[in-house]
């Protein structure tokens, strides 16, 4: 069973950054659309983006411009380049293989003063 564990969130605060890496077992990584999605209390889980395996991106609304995904298919990681966070950026993010529907344990990011 291919499994992916998040790391990289945490405290920051508003105007920061951080860098999300997600980090997949097996040999099947570079088959998966990897994507990132992020829920915050009390709201539903939401798309951030994603990056195809021909490295096509495509990033929601409120990552447009300030975040930025990408793959190292050598290392089986995904990042998430997460700049300028905002305290409504606050969520636990979570990896997603999109083929074969794995879920991460996901990581928290909090953005507060």
């Known amino acids: 069973q291919v499994q992916s564990v998040e790391s990289g969130g945490g405290l920051v605060q508003p105007g920061g950054s951080l860098r999300l890496s997600c980090t997949a077992s097996?040999?099947?990584?570079?088959?998966?659309?990897m994507e990132w999605y992020r829920q915050a209390p009390g709201k539903q889980r939401e798309l951030v983006a994603y990056?195809?395996?021909?490295?096509?991106?495509w990033y929601g609304a409120s990552a447009k411009g300030r975040f930025t995904i990408a793959r190292d298919n050598a290392k089986n990681t995904v990042y998430l380049q997460m700049n300028r966070l905002q305290p409504e950026d606050t969520a636990v993010y979570y990896c997603?293989?999109?083929?074969?529907?794995?879920w991460g344990q996901g990581t928290q990011v909090t953005v507060s003063s």
């Open positions: 997603h293989m999109r083929e074969t529907g794995s």
């Open positions: 990056v195809t395996t021909s490295d096509g991106t």
């Open positions: 097996g040999s099947i990584f570079s088959q998966n659309t």
